[in-house]
């Protein structure tokens, strides 16, 4: 893809997408979700996008969202551009998250918001503070309110009711009633998605050599960017498909190199730095171990879809009580379920905590995950950072420090093995 003179929000896009291309030739299918990606960051597109609503972080379990609406945008931050629109609306301590998803809202290039509602969770100080300008400035917002993780009957029964009021203003919003039959379509759907996407996940990791990291990223993650969820499930179902059948033709061997999980705060496109850094250090990324791959984890069983309205809501209410992140509480249960099931089944040889600036939410958890992965030898890289780039040489040669001293391990680890 060629990058356009004096546009420099689309260029920050092109230059991470021409990157993944260059290293992914072999995989047509890749091609949609580059374009798909592209899309997001195209002063047209996003004009004639028109979203009915937007969704600000992914604090809202998408099986409402679903029910009510049948082509919710996605605002995750991830652009340096937008973090600059937003410079003089925000407080310079602002988190970079936080400065890119007003300035995605609020900007001289493009109005998405026109005719939109904005829906979001009160799950942190930032997230108050955003809702606040937003209204100020004209927005029109809907917002719900994060109990505390205790997952009593009463926390249960006051976030169902939560998100009953929301649908049904979305729906007033959209024209679309919410109802048992649209909420069971819409957990269906979800569940597909889900499903397909830890098949795509588990089929990347046996593909080795055929699809990089960060493409890997990029097309689980576009979830989140596709106009049309069925669309984006057809897509992703063709690229395992492509990468079965290269499995099936070619025989290759994946380098062996030390195996990353990264966690904290959420990796979003085009802002591929930390990616891009540990594959470079010569490690591979084992997973992705952040809100957004958690919310994507989340599948309700077959035997929760048949039952009543409430029964359904309610479980829907249980299941994300029980594992959302959110940065309103002290400690995050699900979250560190979430990690430590992913530490026992791919057993990584090192973890990187990804921190930006000013989310500080994320090292209040920092202390437990190192904790545990002090049990299990596993060492932890706190790496702090921002949308900026200045920064990548010296974060380079941290990294491959830590790359190196990976190796070391496994060296020292395999010839123990072998005299044992």
Not at 164 to 174: P, Q
Not at 280 to 292: F, R, T, Y
């Amino acid at each position: 893809m060629k990058p356009m003179e004096h546009n420099s929000f689309f260029n920050e896009a092109i230059e991470t997408i021409n990157r993944i291309q260059k290293e992914n030739p072999m995989l047509h299918e890749l091609n949609w979700f580059f374009e798909t990606a592209a899309a997001r960051f195209n002063r047209d597109y996003l004009q004639s996008r028109n979203p009915g609503v937007i969704v600000l972080g992914d604090d809202i379990p998408a099986e409402i969202l679903y029910s009510v609406c049948d082509r919710p945008f996605y605002v995750l931050g991830g652009s340096l551009e937008t973090a600059h629109w937003a410079d003089e609306l925000t407080p310079r301590d602002t988190d970079p998250f936080s400065r890119s998803s007003i300035g995605w809202l609020i900007n001289p290039e493009f109005d998405i918001t026109k005719n939109a509602l904005i829906v979001t969770a009160v799950s942190s100080d930032s997230r108050r503070k955003l809702i606040s300008i937003l209204r100020n400035s004209g927005r029109k917002v809907a917002a719900i309110d994060v109990p505390p993780a205790d997952e009593s009957e009463n926390s249960i029964r006051f976030y169902t009711e939560q998100l009953v009021t929301l649908a049904e203003t979305i729906g007033r919003h959209t024209g679309k009633r919410f109802n048992v039959r649209h909420l069971r379509a819409s957990v269906r759907k979800v569940a597909s998605a889900h499903r397909q996407r830890q098949n795509f996940l588990d089929t990347a990791a046996l593909a080795g050599g055929f699809i990089t990291d960060e493409a890997v990223i990029l097309a689980s993650q576009s979830m989140y960017f596709a106009d049309s969820l069925d669309e984006w499930l057809l897509h992703i179902t063709a690229l395992v498909n492509e990468l079965e059948n290269i499995m099936n033709h070619y025989a290759y061997r994946r380098k062996d190199r030390p195996r990353i999980l990264i966690l904290g705060s959420p990796v979003v496109f085009p802002n591929y730095k930390v990616p891009q850094l540990i594959t470079s250090a010569g490690m591979n990324i084992a997973a992705v171990a952040d809100s957004l791959s958690l919310e994507a984890s989340i599948e309700l069983g077959r035997a929760n879809r048949f039952g009543s309205a409430d029964n359904l809501l309610r479980k829907i209410a249980q299941i994300h009580l029980s594992t959302i992140s959110s940065g309103a509480r002290i400690y995050n249960t699900g979250m560190y379920s979430y990690v430590m099931n992913l530490i026992k089944q791919l057993k990584p040889d090192g973890i990187v905590c990804h921190i930006l600036k000013g989310q500080i939410e994320y090292d209040f958890e920092l202390p437990h995950i190192e904790k545990a992965a002090e049990k299990k030898d596993i060492p932890v890289f706190r790496l702090e950072t921002d949308y900026q780039y200045q920064d990548m040489e010296q974060l380079r040669i941290r990294m491959e420090a830590f790359g190196e001293m990976l190796t070391q391990r496994r060296l020292v680890a395999r010839r123990y093995r072998h005299t044992a």
